[in-house]
């Protein structure tokens, strides 16, 4: 099983800021298959990013992913008030599907 | 673009069976690998497992002894079984198929 583990735990920023969230992979993801998803509270998770780097539909141009094998990252050029959320990333390269512990990106 | 909707009891009693089905529209089930995942209160997401359209599965090993997922393609729908339950399997449960989830359901294990 491959284990993600996201960092950091907490982010404290201000709006308009640039965030930057860590994701590594205990082995290599399998061809990239890492995706990224944003959680506000009482709700499903929406995907952001797939693929490591491709946004998904509907996605504002300020979220990009980056990385390849087993470091990943996603950054957020400048925070927008709904972006103060929780972070996932998410590896479906290799069975068991696996989460991170996710990211709290929080206002400083 | 395509929706999941959950539903099923919000109460289970332990050692019981969890029963969830995913209703499907605005496309086919007829394709895709389709999932579900689950969120203990104030946890994180932890992928249960999923079943493609022809009716093959992969379950989570954690979790494998106790899960059943089908489909029913000409309901549209696929399901979750999931037995023996205790309170550690308390979670909002999501389906989801290609980045859509639905909106998730909470299911409480307790007496």
Request: aromatic share 10%.
């Amino acid at each position: 099983e491959i284990v993600l583990t996201q960092s950091p735990g907490t982010l404290s920023l201000s709006p308009g800021e640039r965030a930057t969230l860590s994701c590594r992979a205990s082995q290599s993801v399998s061809s990239n298959y890492l995706a990224w998803y944003r959680q506000k509270p009482g709700q499903a998770p929406r995907l952001l990013i797939y693929g490591a780097s491709s946004r998904a539909t509907g996605i504002p141009d300020r979220f990009s992913g980056s990385g390849s094998g087993t470091d990943f990252t996603l950054t957020i050029s400048r925070l927008e008030p709904e972006d103060f959320a929780v972070y996932y990333c998410q590896q479906y390269g290799s069975s068991p599907l696996t989460f991170g512990g996710g990211t709290k990106v929080e206002i400083k | 673009q395509v929706q999941l909707q959950e539903s099923g009891p919000g109460l289970v009693k332990p050692s019981e069976t969890l029963s969830l089905t995913c209703t499907v529209s605005g496309g086919s089930i007829t394709n895709n690998y389709w999932s579900w995942i689950r969120q203990p209160p104030g946890k994180g997401l932890e992928w249960i497992g999923y079943i493609y359209y022809s009716g093959s599965t992969n379950y989570n090993p954690s979790l494998k002894s106790r899960v059943t997922i089908s489909i029913d393609t000409s309901k549209n729908q696929f399901s979750l079984k999931l037995s023996s339950v205790t309170a550690a399997d308390t979670a909002v449960y999501y389906c989801e198929v290609g980045g859509y989830w639905g909106q998730g359901t909470l299911v409480t294990v307790s007496s």
